[in-house]
């Protein structure tokens, strides 16, 4: 299958896209290549490999979860630039 300047004009319309006179051969060559690359995956002998969404192999991401000590109220607010009953003072931003 060959796409044609008239097939790339109607793509952009469907899109919603304005395409320039000038770019429109070069769209055009342009899914022409991706046909053709289409075309000789085609040909390739793929018995036997089951079909997979990741290149990769991939194992379980997930690790255990381990209960840790937090930061203790004192120690978060050793370092604050302000303090106010007992907690962050921070500027207002709600009038």
Do not use: C, W
Not at 26 to 48: R, V
Not at 67 to 86: F, R, Y
């Amino acid at each position: 299958m060959k796409v044609t300047e008239k097939d790339v004009k109607y793509i952009a319309q469907l899109s919603r896209l304005a395409v320039p006179q000038a770019e429109l051969e070069i769209f055009t060559e342009q899914f022409n290549q991706i046909l053709n690359y289409a075309e000789i995956m085609k040909k390739i002998d793929t018995t036997g490999i089951e079909p997979t969404p990741y290149v990769l192999p991939i194992s379980n991401a997930f690790r255990e979860d381990i209960v840790k000590p937090g930061v203790s109220h004192e120690a978060a607010l050793q370092n604050a630039p302000a303090v106010e009953k007992d907690g962050f003072k921070v500027p207002r931003v709600i009038e």
